[in-house]
């Protein structure tokens, strides 16, 4: 193998998949040019010597090869700015989140010196892991958007905007980007946490200077886990299909609507089912003391009042796109005479 | 004064990168393979190096204003040759025109 196929074969490594062998041949064919037109110009053999110098000049096959790739992002400048509201949004509520549960731990054990250190160092650790898993589940979500939809148009307002739409009546069936990218980043983030650290969803007290966690799902909550899986899945499927499409259609409309149906019955089913949570009620007692009863009361009516404020939430928002869907097509019957008239 | 010389260097790269394609397309009227393409722009006095006229060769192929050919003349190796497109002359003569009246503007400018 002389040096110019040695260098081909270097250069092929690094240029894309596709079209690969055309790109060679091309890039060979230029080279060989090159080579022959030098040759001829000095009146000199065309020797390892000369091939040498043009492959010498010609450039390293990493770069050579770059030339001809695309720009890749793993999150590109289209999806960034959602990524970045994203972001903050979840490290405030993960900072709340924090913040409110070591002021509870202050409340219930007291705010000595030991114990606030105790708590800091604790809540720390778990809110430096929190942020750390919280931000590369994020990036995780935004890469395989990045991937999978690199065509969705994200257009700024800037390039869109007209002195018109400031009287403009807002359009219903465009799709809000942002709406849906929340949509499907805290339907998986919700996928991998029940799925895969269904033990870490509880709560911490401190005893005698250590933490014990108490997980509180139940095994009702895991038979239902099923059909909560499907529903997430069915609605990040939605989500996506209309990032791509960038409007409402009535077919899209309707397929909602059920999902927000089956969505509410499961949580009635939920709701008049065997309680979500199961607690460690012994050791609970042992490990707060007079204030456990409180504690313990407060679980196991919380799942319930959760799902009470969900199924009303669902069922105005399901109402209201029934609603929306009746006006519309009586909007459509009447705009029609007039059309044909 | 290094930084003004990196600055001129910038401005003049990105007013390159401007009009290599109309340069390119001008250039296609008889068919070139790639290296013929390079010395022809060379010896008009647009030096530009293989890998920026490669990709610009493609895109412009990929937007219908070229067309090209593996094809084997005068018993020599296989080359692709280039040519510009119908499509591609109809562009040509729009920004021609274009061009024209860049010109005349930032000329009346900088009088």
């Known amino acids: 193998m002389n040096l110019l196929d040695q260098y081909m074969m270097e250069v092929g490594k690094h240029l894309p998949r596709k079209g690969c062998s055309d790109l060679q041949a091309e890039i060979r064919s230029t080279i060989e040019d090159m080579i022959e037109d030098r040759s001829q110009q000095r009146g000199i053999p065309m020797d390892e010597a000369l091939i040498s110098e043009v492959l010498q000049e010609y450039g390293a096959p990493a770069k050579v090869a770059s030339f001809y790739k695309p720009t890749r992002y793993l999150i590109g400048p289209k999806l960034y700015p959602f990524f970045e509201m994203v972001v903050k949004i979840v490290f405030s509520v993960l900072t709340l989140v924090a913040l409110i549960g070591a002021s509870i731990n202050f409340i219930i054990r007291g705010a000595n010196s030991q114990a606030i250190l105790l708590v800091l160092q604790n809540y720390g650790l778990q809110y430096l892991t929190g942020i750390i898993s919280a931000f590369g589940n994020i990036v995780l979500v935004f890469a395989i958007m990045e991937r999978i939809q690199p065509s969705i148009e994200f257009e700024s307002e800037s390039e869109t905007w007209t002195p018109a739409d400031l009287n403009a009546e807002p359009n219903p069936d465009d799709v809000k980007h942002s709406g849906l990218i929340f949509e499907i980043l805290f339907s998986t983030l919700g996928l991998a946490l029940f799925n895969l650290y269904p033990n870490l969803i509880g709560f911490a007290m401190m005893k005698s200077n250590t933490w014990i966690f108490f997980p509180v799902l139940s095994d009702a909550f895991f038979r239902y886990l099923p059909w909560i899986n499907l529903l997430w899945i069915l609605h990040i499927l939605l989500d996506l299909y209309l990032l791509r499409k960038g409007t409402w259609q009535t077919a899209t409309h309707l397929f909602n609507l059920v999902l927000e149906g089956a969505g509410i019955a499961l949580a009635c089913a939920m709701f008049i089912g065997p309680s979500l949570v199961s607690l460690n009620t012994e050791k609970i007692a042992e490990t707060m003391g007079k204030s456990a009863n409180m504690g313990i009361n407060l679980f196991s009516i919380l799942p319930q009042m959760v799902l009470l404020i969900l199924i009303i939430v669902e069922s105005i928002e399901l109402l209201q796109g029934i609603w929306g869907l009746l006006i519309k097509r009586s909007a459509r019957k009447m705009i029609l005479p007039i059309v044909c008239s | ?111």
Do not use: F
């Open chain 2, 1 to 111: 004064m290094e930084h003004n010389l990196d600055s001129v260097q910038n401005i003049l790269l990105e007013l390159r990168r401007g009009i290599l394609a109309i340069a390119v397309l001008s250039q296609l009227q008889k068919e070139q393979y790639g290296y013929s393409l390079l010395k022809l722009l060379s010896d008009q006095g647009l030096a530009i190096d293989q890998g920026t006229l490669y990709p610009l060769l493609r895109r412009l192929e990929s937007q219908g204003l070229l067309q090209s050919d593996w094809r084997i003349v005068e018993e020599v190796r296989p080359r692709r040759y280039y040519v510009i497109s119908s499509l591609g002359q109809t562009v040509l003569s729009q920004l021609k025109i274009e061009w024209d009246n860049v010109v005349a503007t930032v000329q009346k400018m900088l009088l």
